[in-house]
């Protein structure tokens, strides 16, 4: 601790030096003829943990999962599952369990047959078959569709068999590819829910690939971004958002306002950068960078506030503009403001009055503020 007084949480796993990750991918690179689908990455994943790998499409992600299940062998790199080296393994063999895209299940077997298939294959008594099957049917909640085929169900209760299949054989770890792909929007927040209380009464140990930033932060202990076979950023989803570590992860989750500058002063923990729209902006930087450094500042629309009336302190970390644009969302509204330098910034406003009495109207002249702690300083 750096002041020296203990900590009252016990340290998350990642943080903790002596932990030993259950997943150790150690430089793995995997190339299809001239594509680097995973280009040299590592990557440690602890036991318990909700872990996505998010990414948009093409970015690897299904590549890296097929590596951990054995479903591709690396060009280079090592792969470890509990302390052994399981790259060269058959899928057949690793503490692994995968759930596809596409559930894969076997249409003219009923749902308990279906649940039951890989606890045959792996020739366990009938007594204990049946009593797994029972506990998945009653912690899915899918007891009552037990004897139907899966042309019988919903997506969702579809999606529901496949995670009892995948479960039934109580796997170390579980590999998702999007599991929640076919389900609509209530559903998939509903399931999101379950499938974290589930993981998290299990103790199992879940591995999901999504595209889906909102799924990612909802579930996951941690989520590793990917960009082009590589890993740009891994941490919680809490950090991820607060503390992006280039441009590149401040834009590809939520939304996100980009001020470019150069750093002109160095005042204690906060840099003093010249704005590219015109004025001066006093950041707390985490990373020490010297005067001249070109950056790029990334504050969340909702980190910026409305002036009440226009600001009189000089010119550091206000912005005038006009509402070029209004959303309504409910609960919140999403303005555009134009500068006069042609910046579109996006604030959001909570919606704490009736409709019809909306903070801002179009057109309007406003003035927009913020705090040193409220964004990040990024050179990448
Ligand atoms: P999506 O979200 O669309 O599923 P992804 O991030 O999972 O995408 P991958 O399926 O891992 O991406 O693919 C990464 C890259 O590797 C892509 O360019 C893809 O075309 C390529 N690729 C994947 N599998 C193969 C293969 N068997 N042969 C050749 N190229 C492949």
């Known amino acids: ?3 020296g007084t203990p900590s009252r949480r016990p340290l998350e796993p990642w943080q903790d030096p002596k932990a030993r990750p259950y997943v150790r991918i150690d430089r793995v690179t995997k190339r299809f003829g001239d594509i680097y689908a995973v280009d040299d990455v590592t990557l440690e994943v602890y036991q318990g943990e909700f872990f996505s790998l998010l990414g948009s499409s093409g970015c690897g992600k299904t590549t890296l999962l097929r590596l951990l ?6 060009t280079s790199g090592r792969i470890y599952i509990d302390g052994v080296d399981v790259t060269e393994v058959p899928p057949y063999f690793r503490p692994v369990n995968m759930m596809f895209q596409s559930y894969a299940l076997f249409p003219h077997m009923t749902v308990e047959q279906n649940i039951e298939f890989g606890l045959r294959q792996d020739r366990l008594p009938r007594r204990e078959r049946m009593e797994r099957v029972n506990e998945m049917l009653e912690l899915l909640r899918i007891a009552p569709l037990r004897k139907r085929r ?3 169900l919903s997506g969702g209760q579809r999606q529901r068999v496949a995670l009892a299949r995948s479960l039934a054989k109580h796997p170390k770890l579980l590999l998702l590819d999007e599991p929640l792909g076919a389900l609509d929007k209530r559903l998939r927040e509903n399931t999101q829910f379950e ?8 103790g199992t140990t879940f591995i ?3 595209h889906d ?17 590589q890993i740009r950023q891994v941490d919680t989803p809490t950090a991820i958002y607060e503390f992006p570590n280039s441009r590149f992860v401040a834009e590809f989750i939520g939304s996100v306002n980009l ?19 015109g004025g001066l902006m006093r950041m707390r930087s985490l ?11 990334a504050i969340r629309p909702e980190k910026l506030r409305l002036c009440p009336t226009p600001p009189n302190n000089g010119r550091v970390n206000q912005l005038q503009g006009v509402v070029e644009d209004i959303a309504y969302l409910g609960d919140v509204s999403i303005y555009r403001i134009r500068t006069p330098s042609r910046l579109l910034v996006e604030m959001t406003l909570t919606n704490t009055q009736p409709r019809t009495e909306q903070v801002l109207t179009w057109d309007q002249e406003v003035w927009v503020e913020w705090s040193p702690t409220s964004g990040v300083v990024l050179t990448d």
Request: aromatic share 4%.
């Open 69 to 74: 299940a054995g479903l591709e062998y690396p």
């Open 259 to 277: 001020f470019e500058g150069k750093i002109i002063d160095l005042q204690g923990d906060d840099v003093l950068i010249e704005a590219q729209f």
């Open 208 to 210: 999901t690939v999504t």
């Open 195 to 202: 499938l974290v209380n589930l993981q998290e009464r299990l």
């Open 213 to 229: 930033q909102e799924e990612a932060m909802t579930m996951s202990s941690r989520i590793a971004v990917m960009e082009a076979g």
């Open 150 to 152: 899966p042309d019988q």
């Open 1 to 3: 601790m750096a002041n």
């Open 287 to 297: 990373q020490p960078h010297p005067i001249g450094t070109p950056v790029v500042v």
